[in-house]
C-alpha cells in the first residue's frame, strides 16, 4: 500500500530519521500504539490534539479515522508536498529569546521564510526556503538569540510554499473514510473544538500550509480545565515545553514511562 520497507527498523541500527516520510510513518505507528493503550485503560480525554504531521495519529485517537487510513494519509500528504517542491530547497529553524517582533524585523521583507509556530513563550519556529532560514538564523543568533539552529526537516510546512498541495490533497481527504470524532479536536490553527467530520476534513488541508500556534492551543487547554497532558508521541519534547506554559497541571510522556503509566491507571479507576 505504502511501497516502502519498513522491515529493518530499529531504533538502535536504523531509525530512518535520515529520511522524512518513513519517520512520519514510524512517528505515527508508535502514536498510534500509545493512543490504544491509553484508550484501552478506558481514559477518555476532555480534548485530543496533534502538533503538526502528528495530525494523523491524534485523529485515530479520536477515533475518526482507522489505523490503515491514517497511514494512507501520511503517504498521499507527504506525496502532494514532494510534487510541489520538488524543484526548491526547503526547511526550518528554531528561534529561542526573541520576541515576536524582533523575529520579523530580521525578516523584513523576505517572503520566502516566515513564522510558522509558537511552541512557547520564548520558542518560535521558522519555515520557507532553506537560504533565508539560514539567514534569518544566523541573523537571530547574532542578535542575541539562546538558540537558532536548523531542524532536520526539508520542507517549509505551515506555510503558503505548501498551498499548491491543498487542491490535490483536499481531494484525497474527501474520498477518505473520516466520521466525526469520539471526542474534540482542538486545533492548533484556530484554537476551536472540531466535532464534526467536514471540520476535521476541512482541518486536515489547512494543517498543510497554515501557521500553528501549540502556545495558544495549550492556553485553551488549560483555561478549558485540562489537569493532565498525555504526549503520545516517542519523545518527550511537548512535555518539556510545558515547562514555560503557565498553569495547574501536569505532564507526562512516555519517555518517563513509570510516571506516565503510574498517571494512567489513577485516571483508569
Not at 510534487?83 to 521583507?109: A, F, N
Not at 542575541?144 to 510554499?161: D, S
Request: aromatic share 12%; net charge negative; charged share 20%.
Amino acid at each position: 500500500m505504502l511501497d516502502t520497507d519498513l522491515a529493518r527498523f530499529d531504533f538502535i541500527n536504523y531509525n530512518f530519521l535520515d529520511d522524512e516520510l518513513k519517520s512520519q510513518y514510524i512517528s505515527y505507528i508508535y502514536s498510534c500504539t500509545v493512543s490504544d493503550i491509553l484508550r484501552g485503560r478506558g481514559i477518555s480525554p476532555l480534548y485530543v490534539s496533534g502538533y503538526s504531521m502528528g495530525i494523523y495519529a491524534a485523529f485515530y485517537y479520536c477515533g475518526a479515522i482507522g489505523f490503515e487510513e491514517g497511514l494512507r494519509l501520511v503517504n498521499r500528504a507527504w506525496e502532494m508536498i514532494a510534487r510541489v517542491t520538488s524543484e526548491g530547497d526547503y526547511g526550518m529553524g528554531m528561534i529561542v529569546g526573541l520576541s515576536e517582533k524582533d523575529i520579523l524585523g530580521i525578516i523584513g521583507s523576505d517572503n520566502r521564510v516566515m513564522i510558522c509556530n509558537r511552541n512557547n513563550p520564548h520558542t518560535y519556529i521558522i519555515s520557507g526556503e532553506r537560504g533565508s532560514v539560514t539567514r534569518v538564523l544566523s541573523a537571530a543568533s547574532a542578535e542575541g538569540a539562546l538558540r537558532a539552529n536548523p531542524l532536520p526537516v526539508t520542507k517549509p510546512y505551515h506555510t503558503e510554499m505548501l498551498a499548491k498541495a491543498v487542491p490535490g490533497f483536499s481531494a484525497l481527504v474527501e474520498k477518505a473514510h473520516i466520521k466525526s470524532p469520539d471526542y474534540p479536536y482542538m486545533s492548533s490553527l484556530s484554537q476551536q473544538a472540531l466535532v464534526s467530520a467536514d471540520e476535521l476534513k476541512q482541518e486536515l488541508t489547512d494543517n498543510l500550509y497554515r501557521r500553528m500556534n501549540w502556545l495558544e492551543t495549550m492556553h485553551v487547554l488549560i483555561e478549558k480545565g485540562t489537569e493532565s497532558f498525555f504526549e503520545c508521541g516517542a519523545g518527550d519534547g511537548l512535555t518539556r515545553n510545558f515547562r514555560f506554559i503557565d498553569g495547574s497541571y501536569k505532564a507526562f510522556s512516555v519517555n518517563k514511562l513509570e510516571s506516565f503509566i503510574r498517571r494512567s491507571i489513577e485516571f483508569s479507576r
